[in-house]
């Protein structure tokens, strides 16, 4: 009882200081300058994410991540303001130099305010009354240990059938970026179409496999060796740092939570691992765009990467200020750009909806008003104001609410079937993505879980049927 009131009271100071936050920046809007709202940008990031690592117990969780990258992502170069730090233009877009400062002051106030709500519902509606994640392969009982196997089993076939597509879409991508350099892979992207659906698909039967091994056997380190070698090789040979980068995140967050964790005495290492990542990520964005002629060590020597790493991973705020200005010249969206994912549903939906195609892709719609016309990312909080305005705060509890379902699943993994715990850590790789991307993209991820869904229910019937007989 001692302990549920401990964890009750802890949700409630929280939820109180982050709602005071709220209530501190809608009330001061018009007394708080741009360079103030920019420090308190940083402040309230650092006090939102204290909180969800003392709610959610842990540090490294796919919640913590969620809400670093939308911080990072749509805050990155207000912190670099709020300072005095430059940002580096050969890079990325410098926004608080590009745009009036109107709009970047109402959009960087409605995207603070999304972000605290969205926390908010998500410490109010996660359940943290557990050590999560410790009684995956803990004393299992026969349907487990059945469950594990099967997942396991298909999997690893999953797997292999998807090899050989993915192998070809891993070479075409590295000589078509030798032929043509990097914009060659958005100009060839028909020739990678027909292969790139076994390359979406991949993480899913990566996750299997990892999940449903034996890990006192060792019989995990052969499939993480070779998705973390393989995301890390193809984003250096191709210059597509997304693409492959998010999906090693969730393989490391795979073998930390499931397999084996990652103790204190490793945090020196986990630190240097990451600063060469970071580094290696922004050194990519000069290699691929041509601007230097420095090695890899030149540039993590001459370089700030606390400032690279701000500067272009903050440039994705273009997008959600270019979403401000549309709404103020053609109006809203009305919801089209939701009512596009959710169609991807329906079957035939190209005949059925195809008027909402169009509004599939934010940076479709926004790209004839990028500052040199060059390719956008997404938003969520672009999507969300592009869509409502303020109204669309009405969705933050949507949101946190399949925050923390899914995350529920994944930390009580015990309670659940293990393809609904493959499956929740597979959907939040599209919310990963979503952070800069749009709805469509955790839409397609669900229906392709829906579809392997099916082909594991036959598989296990008949994998059930040769083990019974």
Partial sequence: MKRFLRIRFGKFIAITVILFQVLFLLLGSNFISLRFLSVLSLINTLIVMAFVFKIGKRIFSVSSMFMLFLAVFHFGQAWLYAFGGEVDKTISYDVFSLYQEQAIYSILMFSLVSYNLIAVFWILFSKNDKDMGESLYETPNEREI????????????????????????????????????????????????TWAAANSYFPLAIIMVLLGCEPQKNGWKWMYYYAIGRCLLLMILTGKRGSFVIPLLLYIFCKHHFIKKYKRKHIVWIAIAGVFLLSMISFISYGRGDYSNMNFFEFMREKNIIVQTLSEFGSSFTTTILSYNYSLSNGFLEGKSYLGALSV????????????????SLETILNPYS???????????????????????????????????????????????LFAVCSSVYIFYGFWIYVRGNLVDVVFIAKRTLYVLILYLVFKELFGRRRAS
């Fill in 345 to 360: 549903f329906l079957p035939m939906s190209d005949v059925i909806a195809p008027e909402l195609k169009a509004y599939f």
């Fill in 371 to 417: 500052p040199s016309g060059g390719a956008l990312g997404g938003s969520l909080f672009g999507e969300m104001y592009i869509n409502f305005g303020y109204y669309a705060l009405l969705l933050s509890p949507l949101y946190a609410l399949l925050l923390s379902k899914m995350e529920n699943v994944i930390n009580n993994a015990d309670k659940h079937s």
């Fill in 146 to 193: 059945f469950d594990r196997k099967s997942i396991f089993n298909f999997g690893i076939i999953f797997f292999f059938v998807l090899l050989i597509p993915v192998i070809i879409y891993d070479y075409l991508s590295i000589t078509i970026t030798a032929q043509f350099g990097h914009i060659g892979l958005y100009e060839n992207s028909g020739i990678l179409s």
